[in-house]
């Protein structure tokens, strides 16, 4: 079946500027989840959704991130005012459920370039 | 606080050689460990699981890996690489709500 999708796969923005990345998980999952991939930093925890709920959100880096998933399925990740160190490759993820046990899969990602 | 540690950051082997990535993990608790692959132009993609039982663990392509609680360590091996396996490899350990990541570990194959 299909996986995880993102779109855009590439943007680049100037600094200031919004961004919006969006994700669609895998059907039937019901928990989402982003993640940051950047050069020295590795792969670091934004934020997850439980449904349409998102429980934590202490992962997003400044109050300039948010998310949200609607219908229990797209999600979208914004970055307000974005600066050069926002230059990443944002990765999302679905599992069937939130839990240690439930595999996730990953997205193709959308690498951001601020410039 | 939970963490993973990857130990090799670059690791250069010629085709037929044996692999063995180390991973080392931070918790006292109950486990779940992951091995994910990344290979160039891909998705991270699963490549092996351990949550409970037989402390070895077989994945897709041959890999394997080793859970040994007394060393919290989770390394990857396999036994002959391939020029394909070249890519970069993430430990990962699974906690409530998220994956926690090792930095990874860039595997080059040379043919």
């Known amino acids: 079946g299909a996986g995880v999708s993102q779109s855009p796969s590439n943007k680049v923005t100037e600094k200031g500027k919004d961004v919006e990345l969006r994700c669609d998980p895998i059907?039937?999952?019901?928990?989402l989840y982003w993640y940051r991939q950047s050069l020295g930093q590795g792969l670091e925890f934004l934020i997850y959704?439980?449904?349409?709920?998102?429980?934590?959100k202490s992962g997003l880096p400044s109050d300039r991130f948010s998310a949200e998933r609607t219908g229990g399925s797209v999600s979208t990740l914004t970055i307000q005012r974005t600066q050069q160190e926002d230059s990443a490759v944002y990765l999302c993820?679905?599992?069937?459920?939130?839990?240690?046990?439930?595999?996730?899969?990953f997205g193709p990602g959308t690498r951001l370039t601020v410039t | 606080a939970q963490s993973v540690s990857q130990h090799n950051h670059h690791v250069i082997l010629s085709e037929a050689a044996s692999l063995e990535l180390g991973c080392n993990y931070s918790?006292?608790?109950?486990?779940?460990l992951f091995w994910y692959v990344q290979y160039p132009g891909q998705h991270l993609q699963l490549l092996l699981k351990?949550?409970?039982?037989?402390?070895l663990v077989k994945g897709i392509k041959g890999f394997e890996a080793e859970f040994i609680k007394s060393k919290f360590s989770f390394n990857l091996r396999k036994p002959s690489v391939q020029w394909s396996d070249t890519a970069e490899y993430f430990c990962?350990?699974?906690?409530?709500?998220?994956?926690?990541f090792g930095t990874g570990t860039l595997l080059a194959v040379q043919p």
């Open positions: 993820a679905s599992s069937l459920a939130v839990g240690q046990g439930y595999e996730q899969y």
């Open positions: 059907s039937g999952h019901t928990a």
């Open positions: 959704f439980q449904g349409n709920s998102a429980p934590d």
């Open positions: 918790y006292g608790g109950t486990v779940n």
């Open positions: 351990y949550f409970s039982g037989d402390p």
């Open positions: 990962a350990f699974g906690a409530t709500n998220k994956l926690i």
